[in-house]
């Protein structure tokens, strides 16, 4: 098979293929114990059935020890990153649908290589671990000194309610990434789960497929409601992450970007004016509404007047510093209603940290006091709150999003 595909390249020196690592292979190798060779067996050739099925007639798909490898035929017309994305897309929907592979995980990325190493040495790997518990990307198992390529931690997905104070509904839930950064550490959420010497290149991976396991599970779980799924703001400000990432949204159907939103982290208080709004902006054509993380202390509100924001969501103050910064924060909240959007105070895990933000009277609440992270998406359901009664004086002019 090789031979013939080496045939069709016609000169090429370097390939942009898809890598594909089946996650948590272990794990079900240590329940199915005795029964595990036959089951790896069912799993693989179920993938490979359903990845030929979607791959053009010039690719050619190879098996690894941990997964897949696709390589581009020489007619194939889809950009590289933007096949990865679909096929990955594709993939974990069909894991979520089908029993015996729910609890399968994925790794897809897109790697550039050299048509020499693909021949002179036989098919790539992907990284993950050889039959004997090496791993395919140390020196002995590889066969050369330098280490394998930084990745993020495998995660799965938790949701934090949102309460809006205008119906007294939780419709809008913020999705979180868990894991651990290895087998023992701690868990950790969101970018905390990419090593800091990825860079920016590691963080935009992630935030993809942050993005691709949320529609997964928002195509999986048809209930109406709104998932705010996070993207770093550098990989919406640099080019040659943003395209990709934008890529990753062409799989996605209009009924689920529909119930998405982007929500902005890492975006510096002092960004210049002019590429905070044309972030904002890009990221409005990927979908309709915009939050973005403030930091309360250094926002410079003004550097947001053109910008395509629709809430700007803060952490509550320590209960010890709340009521010394109520006032800032109320006026704070004044302002951004009267540019037209809304303000979330999240973080709320104290019932005083609540009721104080709550006297603000917020667009949104989040925090352990309006509930517990929960591992699916729910329906919006009503939330009566344990709360004081707001201030007897006219509410800002605000509008809020429809159920």
């Known amino acids: 098979m090789l031979a013939q595909y080496r045939h069709s390249l016609k000169g090429a020196t370097h390939l942009e293929t898809t890598q594909l690592q089946l996650i948590n292979l272990d794990l079900l190798k240590t329940r199915y114990q005795e029964r595990w060779p ?4 069912r799993i693989f050739d179920t993938c ?15 098996r690894a ?45 897109t790697v550039n290589l050299a048509v020499a190493d693909l021949f002179g040495k036989g098919a790539p790997e992907p990284r993950g671990e050889k039959p004997d518990g090496q791993d395919a990307t140390s020196p002995r198992a590889a066969g050369k000194p330098a280490p394998g390529p930084l990745t993020f931690s495998p995660f799965s997905l938790s949701f934090e309610p949102l309460w809006a104070s205008a119906t007294g509904y939780v419709a809008l839930h913020r ?76 799989v996605i159907g ?4 529909a119930r998405l939103m982007l929500l902005i982290t890492g975006m510096p208080m002092d960004a210049p004016a002019g590429l905070i709004t044309e972030v904002t902006r890009f990221a409005r054509m990927l979908t309709r509404r915009i939050v ?38 109320g006026q704070l909240n004044e302002r951004i209603c009267r540019a037209g959007r809304m303000l979330a105070i999240e ?46 004086r006219e509410p800002a002019d605000c509008a809020g999003f429809p159920l």
Do not use: W
């Open 38 to 41: 036959k089951v790896r067996s």
């Open 48 to 62: 490979e059935q359903f990845i030929r099925k979607r791959i053009g007639p010039g690719d050619a798909l190879l």
């Open 65 to 109: 020890n941990t997964g897949f490898v696709i390589l581009p035929g020489p007619d194939r017309e889809e950009p590289p990153e933007q096949f990865t994305a679909r096929i990955e897309t594709e993939l974990r929907a069909f894991f979520l649908g089908t029993d015996y592979l729910k609890e399968l995980g994925l790794e897809a990325e």
């Open 175 to 250: 999705v979180r990434a868990v894991g651990r950064m290895d087998v023992k550490g701690p868990v950790v959420r969101d970018h905390k789960l990419c090593p800091a010497e990825g860079g920016g290149l590691l963080r935009s991976a992630f935030d993809k497929a942050l993005l691709q396991k949320t529609a997964c599970t928002l195509l999986a779980c048809p209930v109406p409601g709104l998932a705010a799924v996070a993207v770093h703001f550098d990989t919406l400000a640099t080019v040659k992450y943003r395209l990709p990432y934008m890529h990753a949204f062409d």
């Open 254 to 257: 209009e009924s689920v970007r």
């Open 292 to 329: 973005v993380d403030i930091d309360q202390g250094a926002l410079r509100l003004e550097r947001f007047d053109d910008a395509a924001v629709d809430i700007m969501s803060m952490r509550a103050p320590a209960l010890s510093q709340f009521e010394r910064r109520r006032t800032n924060i």
């Open 347 to 392: 973080g709320c895990d104290q019932e005083g940290q609540l009721a104080l933000a709550h006297a603000l009277r917020p667009a949104y609440l989040g925090g352990l006091t309006v509930g517990p992270e929960t591992r699916t998406l729910s329906a919006p359901y009503l939330l009566a709150l344990k709360l004081p009664s707001r201030p007897e």
